[in-house]
């Protein structure tokens, strides 16, 4: 989610993102953000600081269970060190690196799947126990290869939404180092063998030439 009132800024961030395979949601003011924070939740978000309304510092303990990387103009390190205490998980200054700030997006990200890496995700009838690597549904369960585990977490976790191929390689390779863009395809081909023989159908769809998307079919 990208909270700047800037409408350049927050149209180069969404196509930036968006070319990496999120989703975006947008907000121009902390109003509006708290408004569609009470109806969604986003998996991390942009803020910028100078909002109308609500500012980003008046917003960010609103926050609550959801990386915030700030992006702001201010420079100086007391500002920086006092939203960083304050709950945001990082701080880039603008102008910024398009290229730097989505690997700190990948970092956040990545961090936050490993500190929910407990108990199952359920996504319609698929259940995945993320402590026995175990995707269940219908009464059945299968076992599941490392990097099926690691690709098919991240799909349960955007259900619905395409998911850029770059985005898997570098979200899973904490996991599984050695998978490679080519690897990658036979891994997903066995997953959705085996989440086939579970239910009957298939789960997963492959977008040509961009990535992969997990159905929201229950």
């Not at 910024?96 to 700030?101: A, V």
């Not at 929910?116 to 259940?127: A, F, K, N, P």
Request: hydrophobic fraction near 40%.
């Amino acid at each position: 989610m990208i909270i700047d009132d800037d409408m350049s800024i927050s149209d180069m961030l969404t196509e930036a993102l968006q070319d990496e395979g999120y989703g975006v949601m947008r907000a121009y003011s902390g109003t509006e953000a708290l408004m569609v924070l009470s109806q969604k939740k986003p998996d991390l978000i942009l803020l910028d600081l100078m909002l109308p309304g609500l500012s980003g510092e008046e917003l960010l303990p609103r926050i609550k269970d959801i990386p915030v990387i700030v992006v702001s103009a201010k420079a100086d390190v007391s500002d920086k060190v006092e939203l960083l205490l304050g709950g945001a998980a990082d701080y880039v200054t603008k102008p910024f690196n398009i290229r730097e700030l989505t690997a700190r997006i990948t970092v956040q990200l990545r961090n936050a799947a490993s500190q929910t890496d407990m108990g199952s995700i359920t996504c319609g009838e698929l259940s995945l126990d993320t402590l026995s690597r175990t995707v269940s549904a219908r009464g059945q369960e299968v076992k599941l290869t490392r990097t099926e585990y690691a690709i098919l977490k991240l799909l349960m976790k955007r259900p619905g939404q395409v998911v850029a191929k770059l985005t898997i390689l570098e979200s899973i390779s904490a996991d599984t180092p050695d998978c490679t863009e080519d690897s990658l395809k036979i891994h997903v081909h066995n997953l959705r063998k085996k989440l086939k023989a579970l239910t009957g159908r298939d789960h997963i769809a492959a977008v040509w030439g961009i990535g992969f998307m997990l159905s929201e079919i229950s």
